[in-house]
């Protein structure tokens, strides 16, 4: 007995660790995780650009369909250092293509929820706040909106736009990506109006501004953060979709063009798995990365999941 | 027939724990207790104090991660504790029936009654030809006192007493040895409150079961049940027959519930010596004024055209009574401004609320402050509690810095009996109800108004703290000087603290005057059922008798009960 209350047992630390991450609920592992995931594909971008050649992003730069390191392609070449993950049908390099692409294919993400979540976030309050005919036209738009489905929209508008730039795409996509972050701020607003504390403010002269930005605003968080988090998501899917029907920006490499081209090659059926593989890998480590985020902001801003993690 | 003696339940030892991340709460700690066939017994204590855990684990439905640690749980010969989910399934409810305290939301919204009545049959008897179901179904339903015809409705085309009676067809269909009735009847006003404890007892009766009724109201245990268990954290703190316990309670703590159930025309609970004048009013226009103020809600009149003058010159307070659909809360959203009377005028000072400048609507919001029913929902779950307090402080000016507020926010903490440094910077979720709600009178305490508008300010409290917000709320009027408009239910306490009683029945007074005359001797139909509906905890006083409301009780015309300084009723 006496030992046991000298030193914890596993169940006591377990318990412990518990209670500080009651008190500091940052510290959440699944959002430690998740960001440590999408700071690793950042850095990839970012010390590659320092550190490695990106001239080799060009066609014809090295030898074709080189295997990764300690690989053996079809022809029986190995695969050699000055090309650690390869080259593609073209003779650029994998990495080189990574470090250009996969923080490109996050930008578009970022931006396009970015974009979708401002116009919500003003178009949720506005249709709350207001009511009346203002809320009915919102209201109708988006639910109209929602039930287009985007990608089959966007090949029209990408078509006929030719090459576009990231930011065009992104610009694109956002107009897709508004709906559901109007109605979900819509729907709070509306209950939170009637609530407690909204009168209590209310009662105390606060003005609307106080009530929208200062009452309601900081309750709406875990939405907000949800919601965007959601949002880029589906922004990186729409995107990677475009570009691997080829509809993406001609010019960069993006994870999805470079998935296009393998596919377009041949890739599959040459077993150069490494050239649609890795960007396919990024992809997901990307989409685990931010549905962990998901989960820990979830958990750090809901005291109830916090108490019981 | 069984002997009467014969045990239904017995819990011997048992011991229910909750594991948390801050360690394990013991729920319920060595609970003995057997209920005999045919006695109802009912379990009283406050929220958190084991009442509904301990039922709930007769039926195996503890909620996760709650578990029976100990003890032994006898259903009538049975084992609960050893019995396999299959086996517990066919149990709930063929021997032991819950009523739940939602009757609202425990019916299926999109099933008629009657299927809802046959799926209960169904799962324990299956096999069961249609007119036979039919056949139990009615007498379920005519047994709890429901024309038949109410089976072929939708759960939303009852009235709330009337789901709450569903529910309890659904729980006797197949004659369980045990009910267990979680506080059944509190979210219904008194008179139907009456009318479905009525039911329920004679039903009990028939079938001869026992009952658990589980509820914090003394008044309507003492008129209820045959024996009383008083639990208090888990804890059984004391046991016997109901008589013995209201006349002679030994635990301290079964004296506190019994003393804090207000009783018309018992001893005060407040302390009315004192009187503090009001603070010095620049103008003299009336405080308050209602100029043939109606409202209407499409087809529904809330509040028939009312006309009152409040002075102001002496602090008062004046209750408004009514069951709900009343109208006395849409009276209360009027006076502050958040809604707009539909004809007439509401005068504050002399100024017309619908007119009103910025400057002086700032001015108003300082001066006409309120207390709602929900003290759970009245703090910003996102902000530390202070928040509520320091925020209007500034917004009205009254600050002068930081150091200042915060000795405002705690002085006004100290003169409501809250301990300053334990609550002010807690989060919402970390205080009690009770707790919550005290802040919101230290709240308006700081604001010092002109008037406070008490909406039901101590219904969702634990009937422990009734007594002691009430006294603070009164304070506010004798110590600092603010009229109160107190809207309540509650007939007693508004006897006590009011001195003057407008009681409401469909948007209409129907007897207004000094509490003493109104409350104290009803002379109106509508104001004596009321009265008469009002659970008492007194043993020799009768409350089982009495039907629903007469037809008659609208025409009567209002009677006026003499008037009061400072206040004056326009009768029309």
Redesign the interface.
């Known amino acids: 007995m006496a030992e046991t209350l000298q030193t914890p047992t596993r169940a006591e630390k377990r318990?412990a660790r518990?209670?500080r991450r009651?008190d500091n609920p940052w510290l959440n592992p699944k959002l430690i995780w998740g960001v440590a995931l999408l700071l690793g594909i950042l850095l990839l971008g970012l010390i590659g650009r320092m550190l490695w050649n990106l001239d080799l992003v060009f066609t014809g730069s090295a030898t074709l369909k080189l295997p990764p390191v300690g690989f053996e392609n079809l022809r029986k070449q190995e695969g050699v250092w000055d090309f650690p993950l390869g080259t593609d049908g073209s003779g650029r390099d994998m990495l080189a293509l990574i470090i250009i692409g996969a923080p490109n294919s996050l930008f578009v993400g970022l931006l396009a929820s970015l974009i979708g979540m401002s116009t919500g976030i003003v178009l949720g309050f506005t249709a709350g706040f207001v009511g009346g005919r203002t809320d009915d036209v919102i209201r109708v738009l988006s639910d109209v909106m929602i039930t287009i489905p985007p990608l089959l929209i966007l090949v029209v508008f990408q078509a006929s736009f030719g090459d576009v730039s990231l930011t065009m795409m992104a610009l694109l996509i956002a107009g897709f990506v508004w709906q559901s972050p109007t109605r979900l701020i819509r729907a709070q607003v509306l209950s939170m109006k009637q609530?407690?504390?909204v009168?209590?403010?209310?009662?105390?002269?606060?003005s609307t501004g106080h009530i929208m930005f200062r009452?309601m605003m900081?309750?709406l968080?875990p939405y907000l953060f949800g919601s965007f988090i959601a949002n880029v998501t589906t922004s990186i899917v729409t995107a990677v979709g475009l570009e691997v029907l080829g509809l993406g920006p001609q010019r960069i490499p993006t994870l999805g063009r470079t998935i296009y081209e393998a596919i377009n090659a041949g890739a599959l059926i040459q077993n150069l798995w490494w050239w649609w593989g890795i960007p396919t890998l990024l992809l997901a480590v990307m989409f685990v990365g931010l549905l962990l985020i998901n989960l820990g902001l979830d958990e750090v801003s809901n005291?109830?999941l916090r108490?019981?993690? | 027939m069984l002997d009467d003696t014969e045990t239904v339940l017995t819990l011997t030892d048992l011991c229910i724990e909750f594991p948390?991340?801050?360690?394990l709460v013991q729920a319920v700690k060595d609970l003995n207790l057997s209920i005999a066939r045919g006695r109802r017994v009912g379990f009283i204590g406050e929220s958190g104090s084991g009442k509904t855990t301990t039922a709930l684990s007769v039926m195996q439905m503890l909620a996760k991660p709650g578990r029976v640690s100990g003890g032994q749980i006898d259903l009538g010969g049975t084992d609960v504790l050893a019995q396999g989910e299959e086996e517990m399934r066919r149990l709930r409810l063929s021997r032991v029936a819950y009523i739940p305290q939602g009757a609202m939301n425990s019916l299926n919204p999109i099933m008629r009654i009657e299927p809802q009545l046959w799926d209960a049959i169904l799962a324990h008897e299956p096999g069961v030809s249609r007119p036979d179901l039919k056949a139990r179904s009615d007498a379920a339903l005519v047994s709890v006192g429901l024309p038949v015809h109410a089976g072929r409705l939708y759960p939303h085309e009852l009235s709330g007493g009337m789901k709450q009676r569903v529910c309890i067809a659904l729980g006797i269909i197949l004659t369980p040895e045990l009910i267990i009735a979680d506080e059944p009847t509190s979210a219904l006003d008194v008179v139907t409150q009456r009318q479905v404890m009525q039911t329920l007892k004679e039903i009990q009766e028939k079938i001869g079961s026992g009952l658990i009724l589980i509820g914090h109201d003394m008044g309507l245990m003492a008129q209820s049940v045959d024996e009383l268990a008083v639990l208090k954290d888990g804890e059984l703190v004391e046991h016997g027959s109901v008589a013995q316990i209201i006349t002679a309670p030994e635990h301290p703590y079964t004296r506190d519930l019994i003393s804090s159930v207000p009783v018309v025309g018992g001893a005060s609970f407040l302390n009315p010596e004192r009187r503090a004048e009001a603070p010095k009013r620049d103008s003299s226009e009336p405080l308050l004024r209602f100029e043939g103020v109606s409202k209407v809600y499409g087809d529904v009149t809330a509040l028939r055209p009312l006309s009152f003058t409040l002075e102001g010159e002496v602090p008062q307070i004046i209750s408004i009574v009514g069951q709900s659909g009343s109208g006395k809360s849409t009276m209360g959203s009027i006076m502050?401004g958040?809604n707009p009377p539909t004809t007439g005028r509401v005068l504050f000072e002399g100024q017309d609320l619908a007119t009103m400048s910025a400057a002086a609507?700032?001015d108003f919001?300082?001066n006409v402050?309120?207390v709602?029913q929900?003290p759970?929902?009245?703090?910003?779950?996102?902000?530390r509690v202070n928040h509520?307090l320091k925020?209007?402080f500034k917004?009205?000016g009254l600050s002068e810095g930081e150091a200042h507020t915060q000795k405002a926010m705690e002085e006004a903490c100290v003169a409501v009996g809250l301990d300053p440094d334990l609550v002010l910077t807690r989060?919402p979720?970390q205080l009690s109800g009770g707790q919550r709600q005290r802040l919101?009178v230290a709240r308006a305490l700081m604001l010092s108004p002109k008037l406070l508008i008490a909406d039901e300010p101590v219904s969702m409290v634990d009937a422990s703290l009734r007594a002691t917000i009430l006294a603070n709320i009164y304070d506010l009027k004798d110590k600092h000087g603010i009229s109160i408009l107190y809207i309540t239910h509650d007939l007693a306490t508004a006897y006590h603290v009011s001195d003057y009683v407008m009681v409401l029945y469909k948007g209409q007074v129907v007897e207004a005057g000094p509490p003493k005359s109104v409350i104290g001797d009803p002379q109106h139909p509508y104001t004596q059922l009321l009265i008469a509906s009002i659970p008492w905890p007194d043993l020799n006083r009768p409350w089982g008798e009495g039907g629903a409301e007469d037809p008659g009780v609208q025409e009567a015309p209002t009677i006026h009960r003499g008037d009061v300084a400072g206040f004056d009723l326009v009768k029309g």
């Open positions: 318990q518990r209670l009651f609530s407690g504390y009168q209590m403010a209310r009662l105390s002269g606060a009452e900081p309750n968080v005291p109830r108490k019981l993690s | 948390t991340p801050r360690g502050l958040f609507s700032l919001r300082k402050q309120a709602f929900d759970y929902a009245c703090f910003n779950p996102f902000y509520a925020f209007p917004r009205f989060y979720h919101i």
